[in-house]
């Protein structure tokens, strides 16, 4: 069995937002259960800085300017959500860096399934600007870096974030390269993803948008992902499989009102990792948020957990919920494979 590749840097610590719920202490809480567990089946390494020429794949050079220039002058507030300090800039270097080299190694095949385990998060980053405590779009970044080397024809990103990540959303909006799909509660944070939303131009129909009511659980949850994510998968045969994964749908988060249990997230790994085996592809998640420091690394470590062990079989079964069957009617005439069965 191949090892699970965990990639952080000590950079994370360093950007400091000032009181806010996106701290330094949710890596620290992390590292610590895992340090509890001794790493089990985790090959641990340090991320590398993005380059310039990778942020600027998906950021406007002046966006990537402001953020090292507000570093360089010891940081300050960007908006109501989003602050930096001096060691934002490089943090978010290594943040969006963890994430290009998370999918480079799975694209080598040098490991199979892994995570880039870094602050700040990124799914709200926009081409030209910071948002919602994130300052580059990691995920974004390292899906552009492997299609634009040729490494990756198509990417899935599937973003489990309570929140809709309109970053990487409007990013990937007219492509067809990136199968975007997101499970997000509604009405919430930003306030864009509805379902109508699906893309625009070559991207139409590549972009999916599961808005969620608040107090959605794992049953829901679960059901998306192995009778909707899954199949439409199939049909689109990405070579990568990245997960924004936040875990502030998690019932205990301070931030949103999800119902979602550690359970519920090793529900939606298992069905991802068994996907990823049967399409011979790399599984790899990017953290975005999670506000409660307990609920945050008791996930993280139980989804790694199933990261480390083999693909579920074909014994494993996850009940269609009618919320899934609902989203296939409404998908069916784009996607065959969910008219199906
Ligand atoms: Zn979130």
Redesign the pocket.
Known sequence: MSQVLYLGHPSSLEHDPGPHPERPARITAIERELDREGWPGLDREDSSAASRAQLEAVHRAAHVDSIERLSAQGGGTIDADTATSAGSYRAALHAAGGAVELAARLLSGEHERGISAHRP?GHHAEAGAAMGFCLFNNVAVAARDALDRGAAERVLILDW???HGNGTNDIFHDSDQVLYVSIHGWPLYPGSGPFEDRGAGPGEGYTINLPVAHGTGDDVYASLVEHVVVPVAREYRPDLILVSA?F?AHRADP??AGAVTEMGFVAMTRSLHRLAAELGVGLGLVL???YDLGALAASVAVVLRELVKPPPDSGWEVARHPAASAVRGRLAERWSALARS
Request: charged residues 25%; proline residues 9%.
């Open positions: 998060p974030d309570i929140h936040g502030d931030l949103a975005e948020g999670g």
